[in-house]
Protein backbone atom coordinates (compact mmCIF):
# COMPACT_ATOMS: atom_id res chain seq x y z
CA UNK A 1 0.00 0.00 0.00
CA UNK A 2 1.20 3.27 -1.20
CA UNK A 3 1.60 5.84 1.73
CA UNK A 4 0.35 9.60 0.44
CA UNK A 5 3.26 12.12 -0.14
CA UNK A 6 3.00 14.63 2.53
CA UNK A 7 1.49 17.96 1.76
CA UNK A 8 4.14 20.67 1.16
CA UNK A 9 1.85 23.25 2.85
CA UNK A 10 1.66 20.92 6.17
CA UNK A 11 5.61 20.57 6.30
CA UNK A 12 6.27 24.53 5.66
CA UNK A 13 3.93 24.68 8.98
CA UNK A 14 5.92 22.57 11.10
CA UNK A 15 9.06 23.64 10.11
CA UNK A 16 11.39 25.18 12.99
CA UNK A 17 11.74 28.43 11.04
CA UNK A 18 7.44 28.63 10.72
CA UNK A 19 5.22 30.99 12.05
CA UNK A 20 3.39 29.26 14.06
CA UNK A 21 6.92 27.19 15.45
CA UNK A 22 8.20 30.43 16.10
CA UNK A 23 4.50 31.33 18.10
CA UNK A 24 4.90 27.85 19.50
CA UNK A 25 8.25 28.81 21.21
CA UNK A 26 6.97 32.64 22.04
CA UNK A 27 3.59 31.32 23.80
CA UNK A 28 5.90 28.95 25.63
CA UNK A 29 8.37 31.50 27.08
CA UNK A 30 5.77 33.37 27.83
CA UNK A 31 4.71 30.55 30.13
CA UNK A 32 7.75 30.21 31.54
CA UNK A 33 8.20 33.08 32.39
CA UNK A 34 4.74 33.71 33.48
CA UNK A 35 5.42 30.77 36.26
CA UNK A 36 8.56 32.70 37.43
CA UNK A 37 6.93 35.63 37.90
CA UNK A 38 4.46 33.64 39.58
CA UNK A 39 6.65 32.18 42.09
CA UNK A 40 8.38 35.35 42.76
CA UNK A 41 5.38 36.87 43.72
CA UNK A 42 4.43 34.11 46.49
CA UNK A 43 7.79 34.14 47.61
CA UNK A 44 7.03 37.49 48.62
CA UNK A 45 4.15 37.32 49.90
CA UNK A 46 4.53 33.78 51.63
CA UNK A 47 4.47 34.18 55.69
CA UNK A 48 8.22 33.98 56.97
CA UNK A 49 8.95 30.87 58.72
CA UNK A 50 9.26 30.65 62.66
CA UNK A 51 13.06 30.88 62.94
CA UNK A 52 14.98 27.71 64.58
CA UNK A 53 17.22 29.95 66.75
CA UNK A 54 20.45 29.42 65.20
CA UNK A 55 22.57 30.54 62.14
CA UNK A 56 24.24 33.57 61.16
CA UNK A 57 22.96 36.68 62.91
CA UNK A 58 25.66 39.33 63.18
CA UNK A 59 26.23 42.69 65.03
CA UNK A 60 27.19 45.83 63.95
CA UNK A 61 28.02 48.19 66.05
CA UNK A 62 26.70 51.63 65.58
CA UNK A 63 28.75 54.04 67.94
CA UNK A 64 29.45 54.35 71.69
CA UNK A 65 27.07 56.70 73.85
CA UNK A 66 26.55 57.14 77.69
CA UNK A 67 25.34 54.20 79.82
CA UNK A 68 22.68 53.19 77.45
CA UNK A 69 19.13 52.54 78.79
CA UNK A 70 17.07 51.93 75.95
CA UNK A 71 16.47 52.51 72.01
CA UNK A 72 13.73 53.01 70.10
CA UNK A 73 12.55 54.29 66.64
CA UNK A 74 9.62 57.09 66.16
CA UNK A 75 6.85 56.63 64.05
CA UNK A 76 6.57 58.03 60.84
CA UNK A 77 10.54 59.03 61.33
CA UNK A 78 11.79 55.39 60.03
CA UNK A 79 15.37 56.70 59.32
CA UNK A 80 16.11 58.53 63.00
CA UNK A 81 17.00 55.59 65.73
CA UNK A 82 16.88 57.27 69.65
CA UNK A 83 19.26 56.27 71.98
CA UNK A 84 18.45 57.10 75.74
CA UNK A 85 21.28 57.23 78.19
CA UNK A 86 21.29 57.25 81.39
CA UNK A 87 22.27 60.59 83.01
CA UNK A 88 19.81 62.16 80.90
CA UNK A 89 20.12 62.53 77.49
CA UNK A 90 18.69 61.07 74.30
CA UNK A 91 20.95 61.42 71.41
CA UNK A 92 19.25 60.48 67.78
CA UNK A 93 20.91 58.97 64.62
CA UNK A 94 19.97 59.62 61.05
CA UNK A 95 20.86 56.57 59.13
CA UNK A 96 22.95 55.53 61.40
CA UNK A 97 24.82 58.37 62.59
CA UNK A 98 24.46 60.71 65.21
CA UNK A 99 23.67 64.13 64.88
CA UNK A 100 25.33 66.80 65.95
CA UNK A 101 23.23 67.86 68.98
CA UNK A 102 20.96 65.82 71.20
CA UNK A 103 17.58 65.45 71.07
CA UNK A 104 16.90 65.72 74.51
CA UNK A 105 18.76 66.69 77.30
CA UNK A 106 17.17 66.75 80.95
CA UNK A 107 20.42 65.79 82.93
CA UNK A 108 19.16 68.85 85.61
CA UNK A 109 15.89 66.92 86.34
CA UNK A 110 17.60 63.05 86.66
CA UNK A 111 18.65 61.64 89.29
CA UNK A 112 21.52 59.30 88.83
CA UNK A 113 23.19 56.72 88.55
CA UNK A 114 23.26 52.90 89.74
CA UNK A 115 19.71 51.60 88.82
CA UNK A 116 18.08 55.15 88.61
CA UNK A 117 18.17 57.88 85.79
CA UNK A 118 16.79 58.48 82.32
CA UNK A 119 15.46 55.01 81.80
CA UNK A 120 13.32 55.11 78.55
CA UNK A 121 11.24 56.98 76.06
CA UNK A 122 7.99 56.36 74.35
CA UNK A 123 6.57 58.11 71.18
CA UNK A 124 2.85 58.16 70.78
CA UNK A 125 1.30 56.18 68.02
CA UNK A 126 0.42 60.08 66.23
CA UNK A 127 3.73 61.04 66.75
CA UNK A 128 4.27 62.26 63.05
CA UNK A 129 1.38 64.76 63.66
CA UNK A 130 1.23 65.61 67.57
CA UNK A 131 5.28 65.23 68.03
CA UNK A 132 3.92 64.24 71.32
CA UNK A 133 6.79 61.62 73.36
CA UNK A 134 7.40 60.29 76.79
CA UNK A 135 10.55 59.92 79.46
CA UNK A 136 10.71 57.94 82.48
CA UNK A 137 13.16 59.10 84.71
CA UNK A 138 14.13 59.13 88.49
CA UNK A 139 13.94 63.01 90.32
CA UNK A 140 14.17 64.46 93.94
CA UNK A 141 16.96 62.67 94.91
CA UNK A 142 15.81 59.17 93.54
CA UNK A 143 12.62 59.40 95.96
CA UNK A 144 10.03 59.93 92.96
CA UNK A 145 9.74 57.67 89.79
CA UNK A 146 8.50 60.04 86.67
CA UNK A 147 6.65 60.55 83.53
CA UNK A 148 7.16 63.76 81.80
CA UNK A 149 5.05 64.56 78.09
CA UNK A 150 7.57 66.76 75.46
CA UNK A 151 6.85 67.91 72.00
CA UNK A 152 9.24 67.85 69.52
CA UNK A 153 10.45 71.18 67.73
CA UNK A 154 12.03 69.55 64.68
CA UNK A 155 12.89 65.98 63.98
CA UNK A 156 15.79 65.68 65.63
CA UNK A 157 15.16 68.17 68.23
CA UNK A 158 12.68 68.04 71.76
CA UNK A 159 11.14 71.13 72.78
CA UNK A 160 12.53 71.03 76.48
CA UNK A 161 9.93 74.23 77.62
CA UNK A 162 7.00 71.91 76.52
CA UNK A 163 7.51 69.41 79.36
CA UNK A 164 4.43 68.26 81.53
CA UNK A 165 4.26 65.99 84.12
CA UNK A 166 2.10 63.05 83.59
CA UNK A 167 2.49 60.89 86.69
CA UNK A 168 4.82 60.85 89.77
CA UNK A 169 5.39 57.35 91.72
CA UNK A 170 6.91 57.88 94.87
CA UNK A 171 10.04 55.51 95.50
CA UNK A 172 11.56 56.52 98.57
CA UNK A 173 13.22 54.23 100.09
CA UNK A 174 15.52 52.04 98.61
CA UNK A 175 17.69 53.03 94.61
CA UNK A 176 16.87 49.94 93.04
CA UNK A 177 14.19 48.30 91.39
CA UNK A 178 12.80 51.32 89.69
CA UNK A 179 11.76 49.51 86.90
CA UNK A 180 11.71 51.90 84.24
CA UNK A 181 10.16 50.64 80.73
CA UNK A 182 7.36 52.86 78.57
CA UNK A 183 5.65 51.06 75.56
CA UNK A 184 2.18 52.63 73.52
CA UNK A 185 0.65 49.15 73.71
CA UNK A 186 -1.52 47.92 70.58
CA UNK A 187 -5.04 49.51 72.02
CA UNK A 188 -2.95 53.08 72.11
CA UNK A 189 -2.64 53.70 75.98
CA UNK A 190 0.21 53.75 77.81
CA UNK A 191 1.61 51.24 79.71
CA UNK A 192 4.62 52.13 82.83
CA UNK A 193 6.07 48.69 84.79
CA UNK A 194 7.67 50.71 88.10
CA UNK A 195 9.66 47.85 90.14
CA UNK A 196 8.28 46.99 93.70
CA UNK A 197 10.52 49.92 95.60
CA UNK A 198 12.48 47.25 97.09
CA UNK A 199 12.67 47.77 100.66
CA UNK A 200 8.72 46.29 100.86
CA UNK A 201 8.07 43.28 98.95
CA UNK A 202 4.61 43.10 99.38
CA UNK A 203 4.16 46.75 97.81
CA UNK A 204 3.98 44.02 94.59
CA UNK A 205 0.47 42.17 96.06
CA UNK A 206 -1.09 45.92 97.35
CA UNK A 207 -3.48 47.02 95.20
CA UNK A 208 -3.08 50.40 97.05
CA UNK A 209 0.42 50.85 95.74
CA UNK A 210 1.78 51.44 92.29
CA UNK A 211 4.96 49.85 92.71
CA UNK A 212 5.27 46.31 91.78
CA UNK A 213 2.83 46.38 88.81
CA UNK A 214 2.14 47.01 85.11
CA UNK A 215 0.67 50.36 85.07
CA UNK A 216 -1.78 51.37 82.09
CA UNK A 217 -3.27 55.13 81.29
CA UNK A 218 -4.27 57.41 78.86
CA UNK A 219 -1.70 60.51 78.80
CA UNK A 220 -3.53 63.08 77.60
CA UNK A 221 -5.26 64.61 80.40
CA UNK A 222 -8.48 63.62 81.54
CA UNK A 223 -11.14 63.26 84.50
CA UNK A 224 -8.28 62.09 86.33
CA UNK A 225 -6.20 65.73 85.59
CA UNK A 226 -2.96 65.25 84.26
CA UNK A 227 -4.35 61.39 82.27
CA UNK A 228 -6.85 59.52 82.38
CA UNK A 229 -7.84 56.12 83.77
CA UNK A 230 -8.66 53.48 80.63
CA UNK A 231 -12.60 52.50 82.31
CA UNK A 232 -11.16 48.71 81.53
CA UNK A 233 -8.66 48.23 83.80
CA UNK A 234 -9.33 45.99 86.38
CA UNK A 235 -9.00 48.45 89.38
CA UNK A 236 -11.54 51.44 87.46
CA UNK A 237 -14.74 52.96 89.04
CA UNK A 238 -15.57 52.18 92.31
CA UNK A 239 -13.30 49.11 92.68
CA UNK A 240 -10.66 48.82 95.50
CA UNK A 241 -7.19 49.65 94.44
CA UNK A 242 -6.16 52.11 92.12
CA UNK A 243 -7.29 52.44 88.73
CA UNK A 244 -3.95 52.45 87.21
CA UNK A 245 -2.64 49.05 87.80
CA UNK A 246 -3.35 46.55 84.47
CA UNK A 247 -1.32 43.90 86.51
CA UNK A 248 0.37 42.72 89.70
CA UNK A 249 2.96 40.61 91.37
CA UNK A 250 5.77 42.12 89.57
CA UNK A 251 9.51 42.31 91.80
CA UNK A 252 11.64 44.95 88.68
CA UNK A 253 10.14 44.73 85.11
CA UNK A 254 13.00 46.23 83.93
CA UNK A 255 12.25 45.88 80.07
CA UNK A 256 8.52 44.97 78.81
CA UNK A 257 7.74 44.64 74.89
CA UNK A 258 4.60 44.14 72.85
CA UNK A 259 4.82 42.12 70.00
CA UNK A 260 3.91 43.77 66.21
CA UNK A 261 2.25 41.06 65.00
CA UNK A 262 0.12 39.42 67.83
CA UNK A 263 -0.08 42.19 70.32
CA UNK A 264 0.69 39.72 73.21
CA UNK A 265 2.48 41.42 75.85
CA UNK A 266 6.19 39.99 77.03
CA UNK A 267 7.85 41.04 80.11
CA UNK A 268 11.71 39.85 81.49
CA UNK A 269 10.99 40.16 85.37
CA UNK A 270 14.70 40.53 87.64
CA UNK A 271 14.52 37.62 90.22
CA UNK A 272 15.75 38.07 93.77
CA UNK A 273 18.24 35.14 94.51
CA UNK A 274 17.83 32.42 92.32
CA UNK A 275 15.43 32.77 89.29
CA UNK A 276 14.87 35.25 86.53
CA UNK A 277 11.66 34.64 84.81
CA UNK A 278 9.47 36.32 81.45
CA UNK A 279 6.15 36.18 81.87
CA UNK A 280 3.69 36.09 78.12
CA UNK A 281 0.03 37.03 78.04
CA UNK A 282 -2.60 38.58 75.83
CA UNK A 283 -4.29 41.11 76.04
CA UNK A 284 -7.02 39.49 78.29
CA UNK A 285 -5.03 37.02 80.56
CA UNK A 286 -2.91 40.30 80.98
CA UNK A 287 -5.78 42.07 82.34
CA UNK A 288 -5.87 41.55 86.28
CA UNK A 289 -2.95 39.09 86.09
CA UNK A 290 -0.89 38.57 88.94
CA UNK A 291 2.69 37.27 88.77
CA UNK A 292 3.26 35.95 92.04
CA UNK A 293 5.72 37.98 93.55
CA UNK A 294 6.81 38.06 96.44
CA UNK A 295 5.13 34.60 97.29
CA UNK A 296 6.43 33.05 94.51
CA UNK A 297 10.12 33.52 92.42
CA UNK A 298 9.39 32.47 88.64
CA UNK A 299 7.75 28.96 89.11
CA UNK A 300 9.06 28.76 93.22
CA UNK A 301 7.32 29.53 95.96
CA UNK A 302 9.01 31.98 98.44
CA UNK A 303 6.47 32.38 101.00
CA UNK A 304 5.56 29.22 102.22
CA UNK A 305 2.83 30.73 104.92
CA UNK A 306 1.18 33.24 102.34
CA UNK A 307 -1.65 31.54 99.75
CA UNK A 308 -1.35 31.94 96.58
CA UNK A 309 -2.73 34.77 94.55
CA UNK A 310 -5.50 35.20 93.20
CA UNK A 311 -5.28 35.15 89.08
CA UNK A 312 -1.46 34.05 89.59
CA UNK A 313 0.23 33.67 85.98
CA UNK A 314 2.82 31.24 85.86
CA UNK A 315 5.71 32.46 83.87
CA UNK A 316 6.34 30.81 80.48
CA UNK A 317 10.26 30.62 81.11
CA UNK A 318 12.97 30.41 83.95
CA UNK A 319 16.30 30.29 84.14
CA UNK A 320 18.81 30.28 87.33
CA UNK A 321 21.63 32.02 88.40
CA UNK A 322 24.29 29.80 87.26
CA UNK A 323 26.76 30.49 84.65
CA UNK A 324 27.49 34.01 85.50
CA UNK A 325 23.58 34.83 85.16
CA UNK A 326 22.49 37.55 87.46
CA UNK A 327 19.63 39.79 86.02
CA UNK A 328 17.06 39.63 82.84
CA UNK A 329 17.09 42.34 80.23
CA UNK A 330 13.91 41.49 78.16
CA UNK A 331 13.90 41.92 74.63
CA UNK A 332 11.54 41.46 71.71
CA UNK A 333 9.52 38.65 69.68
CA UNK A 334 11.62 39.46 66.16
CA UNK A 335 9.67 40.19 63.67
CA UNK A 336 12.24 41.76 61.03
CA UNK A 337 11.42 38.91 58.23
CA UNK A 338 15.84 39.60 57.18
CA UNK A 339 16.75 38.20 60.24
CA UNK A 340 15.54 34.53 59.51
CA UNK A 341 17.04 32.72 62.54
CA UNK A 342 15.01 34.74 65.16
CA UNK A 343 11.66 35.63 63.25
CA UNK A 344 8.58 34.49 65.90
CA UNK A 345 11.15 34.30 68.70
CA UNK A 346 11.72 36.19 71.66
CA UNK A 347 14.93 37.69 72.01
CA UNK A 348 16.54 38.33 75.63
CA UNK A 349 19.67 38.35 77.35
CA UNK A 350 21.15 38.09 80.92
CA UNK A 351 22.96 41.37 81.89
CA UNK A 352 26.10 39.70 83.23
CA UNK A 353 26.39 36.67 80.93
CA UNK A 354 25.90 38.79 77.99
CA UNK A 355 24.99 36.12 75.74
CA UNK A 356 22.02 36.44 73.43
CA UNK A 357 19.29 34.27 73.63
CA UNK A 358 15.87 33.61 72.19
CA UNK A 359 12.66 31.26 72.15
CA UNK A 360 9.86 30.17 71.39
CA UNK A 361 6.76 32.12 73.21
CA UNK A 362 3.75 30.17 73.90
CA UNK A 363 1.02 30.82 76.51
CA UNK A 364 1.53 27.36 77.64
CA UNK A 365 4.89 27.45 78.29
CA UNK A 366 8.18 28.48 76.20
CA UNK A 367 10.19 26.01 74.02
CA UNK A 368 13.48 25.72 72.03
CA UNK A 369 15.16 28.24 74.57
CA UNK A 370 18.73 28.35 72.80
CA UNK A 371 22.10 30.63 72.85
CA UNK A 372 22.09 32.86 69.78
CA UNK A 373 25.64 33.24 69.95
CA UNK A 374 26.67 36.60 69.69
CA UNK A 375 27.12 38.14 73.02
CA UNK A 376 27.07 41.73 74.48
CA UNK A 377 29.34 43.47 77.05
CA UNK A 378 26.69 44.21 80.06
CA UNK A 379 23.05 44.23 77.82
CA UNK A 380 20.62 46.72 79.67
CA UNK A 381 18.09 46.92 76.54
CA UNK A 382 16.86 45.94 73.27
CA UNK A 383 14.95 48.43 70.79
CA UNK A 384 12.97 48.06 67.86
CA UNK A 385 12.92 49.98 64.73
CA UNK A 386 11.32 50.85 62.16
CA UNK A 387 10.16 47.59 60.02
CA UNK A 388 10.79 45.26 62.90
CA UNK A 389 14.75 46.01 63.15
CA UNK A 390 16.33 44.72 66.33
CA UNK A 391 18.73 46.63 68.28
CA UNK A 392 20.62 46.04 71.37
CA UNK A 393 22.23 48.60 74.00
CA UNK A 394 24.95 48.00 76.57
CA UNK A 395 26.01 49.79 80.22
CA UNK A 396 28.90 50.31 78.92
CA UNK A 397 27.42 52.87 76.08
CA UNK A 398 27.70 50.28 72.45
CA UNK A 399 24.70 49.88 70.78
CA UNK A 400 24.55 47.60 67.94
CA UNK A 401 21.92 46.13 64.67
CA UNK A 402 21.29 43.15 64.70
CA UNK A 403 21.16 41.73 60.65
Same mark, same amino acid.
Given at each position: ?? *????????????????????????????? *?????????????????????? !??????????????????????? /?????????? %????? !??????????? /?????????????????? !???????????? /??????????????????????????? %????????????????????????????????????????????????????????????? %???????????????????????????????? %????????????????? !???????? *????????????? /????????????????????????????????????????????????????????????????????????????????????? *????????????????????????????
Amino acid at each position: MR *VPPRSPNRARLAAPGSVRARLAVRLSLLA *VAAAALGAVAAAATAKPKLGDG !VGEVELRKLGDFNQVTHVDNAPG /FNGLLFVVEQ %PGKIT !VLRHNQPVGHA /FLNIEDLVHCCGEQGLLS !VAFAPDYEQSGR /FYVYYTTDGGAVNRVDEFRRADSTTAD %PASRRTVIEIPHPTASNHNGGQLQFGPDGYLYIAPGDGAVSADNAQDPDSLLGKLLRIDPL %PGNAGAYGIPPDNPFAGSKPGLGEIYSLGLRN %PWRFSFDRKTGRLAIGD !VGAGQWEE *VNYETASTAKGAN /FGWPVFEGTHRMDQGAPEPANHQLPIHEYSHGGANCAITGGYVVRDPKLKPLYGRYLYADLCNGGLRSLVPRLEGARKDRALGPT *VPFPTTFGEGAHGRIYVGSNNGGVWKLK
